[in-house]
């Protein structure tokens, strides 16, 4: 699938089957993940698969967002490896890099078959007391990730995107 296809046809999957995600699979996103860009090649991510049901209901007490996947990755950014704007402090590249490095797990995850949806309603620090994450690490996202049900089928929002108009000038 060429890259334009692959950002198109991509859409959150909320509904998972019961079958795993391979090891090889997951290999892969992981290493798409990894070739990701960010600030100063400074690589802040940190990724924590939880890939056991005793982890998954962990997460699925502290979030509804987890749709019956059996793989979830946890995205954080150690905080001390973040590059600092000098311009302003307003410029969160833990955010923007993790943000990266996720999506690239996104796009690679749909390239396999592989949907995921990225959920970002949850407690931080209810994520970080279960999993004993550490407390200089910002927790970011989590994605489930697994094969769509059958029936699966995006919801209404992923049709509504503004015009190109509304979010683009040339100036
Ligand atoms: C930062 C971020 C946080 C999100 N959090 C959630 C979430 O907690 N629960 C959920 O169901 N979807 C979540 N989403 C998915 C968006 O709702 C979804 O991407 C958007 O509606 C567009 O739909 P599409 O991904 O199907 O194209 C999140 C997406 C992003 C980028």
Redesign the pocket.
Known sequence: MDFKDLAKA???V?KFSDIKVEQEKLDEILRAANAAPTACNNQPQRLYVVNSAEGIAKLSAI?K?T?GASTIIIFTSKTSEEWKNPFTDDYNTGDIDI?IVCTHAMMQAWELGIGS??????DPEKVRAAFSIPADEKII?LLPLGYPKEDCK??G??F?RKPLEDTVKYL
């Open positions: 991509r859409y959150s909320r979030t967002y749709f943000s949806c990225w959920v970002g309603y949850f996202a995006p919801a929002l992923h509504k």
